[in-house]
């Protein structure tokens, strides 16, 4: 078996995100793969534009939700910029699902706390699903997302949605001086915002997905709040080629990222080497 | 071990008939820069007493560059091509000790889940015809990596020189016998007193560190400052990786043949370079050479290690007599193995 040639899937829907983020709802071609393809959340892909390359995100769309996947992306380099030119009905490529994944099933029967900067929401987004459509398996689920101004928060319409949704605290805030003149939200940082909200540690688990710097910041906050280093769960988005464990990119240590990770525990990050 | 005799100008008939089977015959070339696919068997190089060739020979298991797929673009549709593998054997004669391991030594990291079909299909297809090796200089260190110049490991077949124009075969695996079968006319009975007599007299060059000392301190010493300024002459030029025998990183990228058509490329990278880990953020977790050269070192005496059970390094000191700043691996890993003495 080729493992470096992609199925093709086609775009059925793109959702305009932010000035320069794009969602793609995504269908495999081939009708018996559409019907056998499974994957977890956390998982990820090789996402290709025939003639410009790869490009890796998550799965943004929630396992729970058959028959398509989604992935957003913001435009970057080369690919994403050949992604943004695409148009409804085009083809595109894709290889996987690759990756280990959040521990969605550990997780049932406790307070799940959401943390996201960013278009960091993506893969957190792919478990905030999971667990909204498996609601009554799951306690509490609080969903903190910031981003640095109105304009780049990603997802809007799903914010609401959560927002409306009984038994789920939604929190959004815009980075100071990103709010507009019809901002209701909240105005600060992600890290005093979840300090302010203060989810509580006991029988949680927090997911945290965003810029280096925000989740260098939120960290401390949530051990504050008394959460354990095996309870904070996040991803590592290290530049990746293959996907597969072989092309020697995402090491950090003898780590390959792409199939050790990319989900790890902030318990098993420290102590990986500080190279990521 | 089954040992036979065969003369210099049998194994040139042998090579001869070998081409015209079709097996791709590769051998060092004259005037030892790499390894080529030899048509005239007058051109086979036996080197057991000169320097080795600039770049070993994994390319031919593991191409420079190499399509994985083509793709034709068809309204909005894609015809994606595979093309298929060319049968017969690849033979490696000639392979030094610190050449032959290498395919199986590569074959880990291609193989620990998903199966490189473009890396096994030529893996599966390789015989080794290997040779004990009488060369030694300052940049040798295959003893220290646990690789005897005398050894067969690795090998299916493999040669001693006795004298300048006989070698002692021997036939070290199935895999090797088979292949010799229909050849057994060019060999003779094999006297291994005489080539134990050969193999006693090859000295390998001194250890020059302790590998698992060196692993076991990088384990612990990640943010030491030896590794301060221990890239701070390195060029970042990536020659080491590309003349490694064992260095296996690579890249993924398309290229347009036409205004429809392209193919999906693997072509080799290397941890030296600045762009290998930068991040489209334009964060870089790898941001200079000091930490490029850190993760070169680690890689293959601590990480390959950990994960595969296996030094990613035979020794063979192409990466130090190529480089244009005369960084020396050995002596690298000799001052880290010095510092861990100290403690």
Redesign the interface.
Same mark, same amino acid.
């Given at each position: 078996?080729?493992? %470096?040639?992609?199925e093709?899937m086609?775009v059925i829907e793109i959702i305009d995100e932010t000035a320069d983020t794009k969602t793609f709802k995504l269908r495999f071609?081939d009708p018996e793969i559409a019907k056998s393809f499974d994957f977890k959340a956390g998982q990820f892909g090789e996402y290709?534009v025939?003639? $410009?390359? $790869?490009s890796t995100f998550c799965i943004a769309s929630a396992p729970t939700r058959k028959d398509y996947i989604e992935c957003s992306f913001k435009q !970057? @380099?080369k690919v994403?910029t050949a992604l943004r030119r695409i148009s409804i @009905?085009?083809?595109i @490529?894709f290889r996987g699902p690759y990756g280990n994944n959040f521990p969605v099933e550990e997780m049932k029967g406790k307070n799940v706390v959401f943390i996201a900067g960013g278009i960091g929401l993506a893969p957190v987004r792919c478990v905030i699903w999971n667990v909204l459509d498996l609601r009554d398996q799951f306690k509490d689920v609080t969903i903190v997302y910031g981003a640095r101004s109105v304009a780049d928060l990603v997802y809007k319409r799903e914010l609401e949605e959560w927002k409306n949704m009984p038994g789920v605290k939604t929190v959004v805030t815009v980075d100071p001086g990103g709010e507009d003149e019809n901002w209701k939200g909240e105005i600060g940082f992600v890290p005093a915002i979840v300090e302010k909200t203060a989810p509580k540690a006991e029988n949680s688990v927090a997911i945290i997905c965003g810029?280096?710097v925000m989740i260098k910041y939120t960290l401390p906050v949530l051990n504050k709040l008394g959460f354990k280093d095996e309870n904070i769960i996040t991803t590592l988005?290290?530049?990746m080629?293959?996907g597969? @464990?072989?092309?020697?990119?995402?090491? !950090?240590?003898?780590v390959y990222v792409c199939?050790d990770g990319p989900v790890f525990t902030y318990d098993q990050m420290k102590k990986l080497?500080?190279? %990521? | 071990m089954e040992e036979k005799i065969i003369s210099y100008s049998n194994l040139v008939s042998l090579t001869g008939d070998l081409i015209k089977t079709g097996c791709m015959v590769i051998c060092e070339d004259k005037n030892g820069t790499g390894w080529k696919r030899i048509e005239n068997p007058d051109e086979i190089k036996i080197n057991h007493k000169e320097i080795p060739s600039n770049i070993s020979y994994k390319e031919f298991v593991f191409p420079k560059t190499e399509p994985v797929f083509y793709f034709k673009s068809k309204k909005e549709d894609y015809d994606l091509i595979e093309k298929n593998a060319q049968p017969g054997k690849i033979v490696f004669l000639g392979a030094k000790p610190c050449d032959s391991r290498s395919v199986e030594i590569m074959s880990k990291v291609f193989n620990w889940d998903y199966k490189d079909e473009f890396f096994n299909e030529k893996a599966e297809r390789t015989i080794v015809i290997g040779t004990a090796c009488n060369y030694k200089d300052e940049f040798c260190f295959c003893t220290t990596v646990n690789i005897d110049p005398a050894s067969e490991k690795g090998s299916d077949l493999f040669l001693i020189p006795l004298d300048e124009n006989t070698y002692a075969l021997k036939i070290v695996t199935g895999k090797g016998k088979e292949f010799i079968q229909p050849y057994l006319k060019y060999l003779s009975d094999g006297n291994p007193a005489k080539s134990q007599e050969a193999l006693a007299k090859i000295k390998g060059p001194d250890k020059k560190f302790e590998p698992s000392k060196v692993r076991e301190w990088i384990g612990n010493n990640f943010e030491h400052k030896l590794f301060d300024n221990i890239g701070s002459t390195c060029v970042g030029c990536g020659q080491c990786a590309f003349a490694c025998p064992v260095c296996h990183c690579f890249d993924i990228v398309d290229e347009e043949c036409s205004y429809e058509c392209g193919r999906r490329m693997k072509n080799w990278d290397a941890c030296q370079f600045g762009l290998f880990t930068l991040h489209s953020s334009g964060h870089n977790p790898r941001e200079n050479q000091n930490k490029r050269y850190r993760q070169r070192i680690a890689h293959k005496f601590k990480y390959y290690t950990d994960k595969f059970d296996e030094i990613l390094c035979t020794g063979c000191g192409r990466c130090s007599r190529g480089c244009p700043v005369q960084i020396d691996i050995a002596q690298v890993a000799g001052e880290i193995n010095l510092v861990a003495n100290q403690v």
């Open positions: 078996m080729n493992i %470096y040639k992609p093709l086609e071609k290709s025939f003639g $410009e390359g $790869e !970057v @380099g994403t @009905g085009d083809t @490529g810029p280096p988005e290290n530049r080629k293959c597969l @464990g072989k092309c020697g990119r995402c090491n !950090v240590g003898n199939k080497p500080a190279e %990521y | -």
